[in-house]
């Protein structure tokens, strides 16, 4: 059997499906990154910029955190930039419920820090809303808004920043391949 990785060619013999969980690993990586969640860090601005699209759903927002948090940029005191705004929310209160569980049970995923919401439409600002009111107790300040500018100004960017963020999202938003 003849595998593909890494475009290399690989010949199997008994660990063939150690080498295909490898792949389907790499690969599912890979896909998360490129399909409808997606996240720059920009150390510089000492932000987080993270694209949504499509139907999204709580393990979604999970699966995404968790490598987010991985990534070797990432400091939980980092401001951050959440783009919902071609997001079709696929969630209930339960579910957000248990995203709060999560975030309170992920220690990197708690810091002190700005995050600005980026929504368009109520169904899109109701799922955050209650995570902003489940979540009062952690040391986190969350902000829903409707345009980039106002979100660059809650996260103490200049003004300056806002083409440089404006092309990042444009970017994320051509890479994605929507639900």
Request: contains cysteine; hydrophobic residues 45%.
């Amino acid at each position: 059997m003849t595998v593909f990785f890494s475009h290399k060619i690989l010949i199997c013999s008994k660990r063939c499906d150690f080498l295909i969980l490898i792949y389907s690993f790499t690969l599912r990586l890979y896909w998360i990154m490129r399909k409808s969640e997606q996240y720059r860090i920009i150390p510089e601005l000492k932000i987080i910029l993270e694209y949504f699209c499509g139907k999204t759903g709580l393990i979604d927002l999970v699966e995404h955190r968790k490598i987010l948090i991985q990534d070797n940029d990432y400091d939980s005191n980092f401001n951050s930039i959440t783009d919902f705004r071609d997001t079709d929310f696929v969630a209930s209160r339960k579910d957000v419920a248990a995203y709060v569980e999560f975030t309170k049970s992920t220690p990197k995923m708690i810091g002190k820090r700005r995050a600005a919401i980026l929504a368009d439409t109520p169904q899109q600002t109701v799922i955050p809303a209650i995570y902003i009111l489940k979540t009062q107790d952690l040391p986190f300040q969350i902000e829903i808004f409707s345009t980039l500018a106002a979100a660059i100004n809650w996260v103490n960017l200049s003004d300056d920043d806002l083409e440089i963020l404006e092309d990042i999202f444009k970017e994320m938003r051509n890479n994605a391949i929507c639900k």
